[in-house]
C-alpha cells in the first residue's frame, strides 16, 4: 500500500490533539498500518529541540532555525521511513505551523521560510528536487477567543501557549492564508463545535478521499 502522510494544525486550544486516536483508530479499521507523531518533535533529537521551543527564551529567527532543524531530523528518522512502508503517518503539527506562527504570527521573512522549507524537506527519500508535503492537512479552525479560553482551563502553558489573543488571531489568519493557497490538501474543519462533530467532520474528510475504505461500523 501507498503511503500517506496527514497532518493536524490549528492554533493552540483548537482541540486538534485529541482527534488523532480517533482517526488512527477508523484507519486500522480500513486496515492500514498507522504511524503517530508529533512537531516539534518525534525523534529523540527532534524532543530535546522542543523542550527548547516550547520553554527556552530566544528570537524569531533562532526559533525558526531550531524547528526546521526537528523537521529534517524527523523526516529523515520518522516519516520518510514509515511513507516508504506503506504507513499513513498520522503528524501533530507540520510547515504549515511554522509559517502560520514563526511567519505570520512572529513576522519572519515568508520568502525565507519557502527556502528553509525547500532546504529542509528535499533530498531525503524524494527525487532531490521534489518536497515532502501533506497529502492531507486537517485544518482545526477555531476563534482564538474560544482557544483561550481552553487554553486558561487546561495546564500551565509554554512559551506559545502563554501568548495573548492578538498573536493567535495573527496566527489564525496564516493558517487562513496557507489553506487558500493549497486548497486541495486542506479540509477545514469548525473546530467549535463539539468533539463529536468535530470528529464527525474529520472522518468524513478522509473517507472523500477513499482512505477509510474496509473500515467496521
Not at 106 to 128: C, H, K
Not at 189 to 200: E, H, I
Request: charged residues 25%; glycine residues 8%; aromatic residues 8%.
Amino acid at each position: 500500500m501507498q503511503g500517506l502522510f496527514i497532518t493536524f494544525e490549528g492554533i493552540d486550544g483548537a482541540g486538534k490533539s485529541s482527534h488523532i486516536d480517533t482517526l488512527a483508530q477508523a484507519l486500522r479499521a480500513a486496515g492500514r498500518q498507522v504511524t503517530l507523531t508529533r512537531e516539534p518533535g518525534g525523534t529523540p533529537l527532534a524532543e530535546k529541540l522542543r523542550a527548547m521551543l516550547l520553554h527556552d527564551a530566544m528570537d524569531a529567527l533562532t526559533e525558526t532555525l531550531l524547528v526546521f532543524a526537528a523537521r529534517r531530523d524527523h523526516l529523515r528518522v520518522v516519516i520518510e521511513p514509515a511513507l516508504a512502508r506503506g504507513d499513513v503517518v498520522l503528524c501533530d503539527r507540520f510547515t504549515d505551523a511554522t509559517f502560520a506562527y514563526q511567519g505570520v504570527g512572529r513576522g519572519f521573512d515568508l520568502q525565507v521560510l519557502s527556502y528553509m522549507e525547500r532546504l529542509a524537506q528535499t533530498g531525503i527519500a524524494l527525487e532531490p528536487d521534489l518536497m515532502r508535503n501533506p497529502d492531507l492537512t486537517l485544518w482545526f479552525d477555531v476563534p482564538p477567543e474560544v482557544a483561550a479560553e481552553r487554553l486558561a482551563a487546561a495546564r500551565t502553558p509554554d512559551r506559545f501557549e502563554a501568548e495573548g489573543v492578538e498573536f493567535f488571531t495573527r496566527v489564525a489568519r496564516g493558517y487562513a492564508d496557507r489553506a487558500a493557497g493549497a486548497t486541495q490538501r486542506f479540509a477545514r474543519l469548525d473546530g467549535a463545535q463539539p468533539r463529536a462533530k468535530v470528529a464527525a467532520q474529520m472522518l468524513a474528510a478522509v473517507a472523500a478521499r477513499g482512505w477509510l475504505q474496509g473500515a467496521t461500523p
